[in-house]
């Protein structure tokens, strides 16, 4: 199978409204005003990333990730049949719904919703909200999303062997973690086994400047947001990054200078620390809320 990228997310939770003034105030993503089921935010020239819908308590709604094109969805969806997985065919109206042209649904073993997806809808154009540069995207896809599941090896199983994806490394600190990537970004999605429960821990939007990642920092700390993590820069992809809490609690992962991975050279690491310096827990902190599958 061969995912292209992490195309978009959902989320639900009760506080989606507030998401109308995180987004574009603090993370400078536009809105798509367009859908009336939640608060759609722009990272780029697509219609939406990442899509917040009104919800009776916080939870992960569904991954898409994006086909190249029809064949390799038909392809897929052929795959995942064989493999006994109950493939669903978007309909008219769940296109409709996501804004792509052609989708299939499936359930992974921890039962969370997989769409794949080819031909989401763009716009004509994007600006960020705040005076930053933007957001990494393109090839790339939106970032990447990284999920609690209890067991790794399994994880494994899972996102290489059925959906396609390539470890990129593992780190033992301070749970048990893997990152797989399926195109030159060191990791699309990470699964940690963090905890007892299965879910969503926070999704990453890379910037295309250090600047973007200060001032944005700056802007948090006077507003008195929440940081699960203060400012450092990981061991594995690079990246210097701080970790926001969003209205309901999932983690924002704040960007910038990922690495990109060359399959034809890449090794495969288990490194002994996730961060070179920082990514400290901030004391105020409460401790993570991971969404659970909806
Ligand atoms: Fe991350």
Known sequence: ???????YVGVGTPRAKEWESFGPEILGTPLWTEPSDGVYLRLDERAYRIAVHPAGRDELQYIGWEMGNPTAL?????????????????????????????????????KIRHELFYGQRSLMSFRPTRDISGFVTGELGLGHIVLALPELAAATKFFVDVLGFRVSDYIDVPFPLAFYHCNPRHHTIAVGAMAPVVGLHHIMLELKDLNDVGTTYDLCRKQGLQFAMDLGRHSNDRMVSFYVRTPGGFEIEYGWGGLLIDDSKWQVQRLPLPSFWGHNPMSQSPPTTIYPVS
């Not at 199978?1 to 195309?7: V, Y």
């Open 74 to 110: 038909e392809e897929a969806a052929s795959e995942l049949q064989e493999r006994g997985f109950a493939v669903e065919r978007g309909s008219a109206d769940d296109c409709k719904r996501r804004h792509v042209e052609g989708m299939i649904v499936f359930r992974d073993p921890w």
């Open 1 to 7: 199978m061969k995912i292209s990228s992490l195309g």
